[in-house]
């Protein structure tokens, strides 16, 4: 399978821990892209990290890409309550093909 | 203003029936996508449209047929229902193949 595969599959920390989920890959890829999604909702994106890129952040958000070992992370700091959710890495090839991965359940115990 | 919206929210059908399910982007965007979330959360492209046009088109019975009548909407029609089916359904839309996407609330679908 040439798709995305998150670990952990689930992970509990306690509100105000850092959580980081990492997201390993088989193939090139053109980008990374990571996603929440909700219990019941639909994915919203997080943070899209192209191929020549190594590090993004967005609020409390860290992407980190190594194309060298074909793995990205997720770092959520500061975690709360609402950032109970599981989240998804996408990989985008170069045919511009999406291949999403199983998710990580992330909960937050408060 | 709802940026991609899915029409019905949840659909319980019997076996055998043919249904659809709709999909509108006010985005402006190009592309547009159907996945098919299991129970085990796994999301799977089913199909991809860039301005009309079919461009990903996954193993997937040739019972489900996407159609877009223009670059803002993109419908699922499923013939021939089956327990299988069941499963959440997602459209999406992206200002281009590589692009971040935007989901819609998905159509729940539960086939009897």
């Known amino acids: 399978s040439q798709q995305g595969e998150e670990d952990p599959q689930a992970l509990s920390i306690q509100e105000g821990e850092n959580a980081t989920m990492n997201c390993s890959y088989k193939?090139?890829?053109?980008?990374l892209q990571w996603y929440r999604q909700n219990s019941g909702r639909g994915l919203v994106h997080l943070i899209l990290?192209?191929?020549?890129?190594r590090e993004k952040h967005s609020g409390r958000l860290r992407v980190t890409l190594d194309t060298s070992k074909k793995s990205s992370s997720l770092l959520i700091t500061a975690s709360r309550a609402a950032d109970t959710a599981s989240y998804f890495c996408?990989?985008?090839?170069?045919?511009?093909?999406?291949?999403f991965g199983k998710g990580t359940r992330l909960h937050i115990l408060p | 203003d709802t940026a991609v919206s899915q029409t019905p929210k949840y659909l319980v059908t019997q076996m055998g029936n043919d249904k659809s399910i709709k999909c509108e982007q006010n985005?402006?965007?190009?592309?547009m996508y159907w996945y098919k979330q299991d129970s085990k959360k796994f999301l799977k492209i089913m199909f991809s449209?860039?301005?009309?046009?079919?461009?990903i088109n996954e193993t997937v019975p040739n019972r489900f047929s996407p159609k877009s009548p223009d670059k803002a909407h993109l419908n699922l029609h499923i013939n021939s229902l089956e327990l299988g089916d069941s499963a959440v359904y997602f459209c999406?839309?992206?200002?281009?193949?590589?692009?971040?996407?935007?989901f819609g609330p998905g159509t729940r679908l539960l086939v009897l």
């Open positions: 193939t090139s890829i053109n980008n």
């Open positions: 990290i192209r191929s020549n890129e």
């Open positions: 449209y860039n301005n009309k046009e079919l461009i």
């Open positions: 985005l402006g965007h190009d592309t």
């Open positions: 996408a990989t985008v090839w170069r045919d511009d093909k999406i291949i």
């Open positions: 999406a839309s992206s200002r281009g193949g590589r692009e971040t996407q935007y």
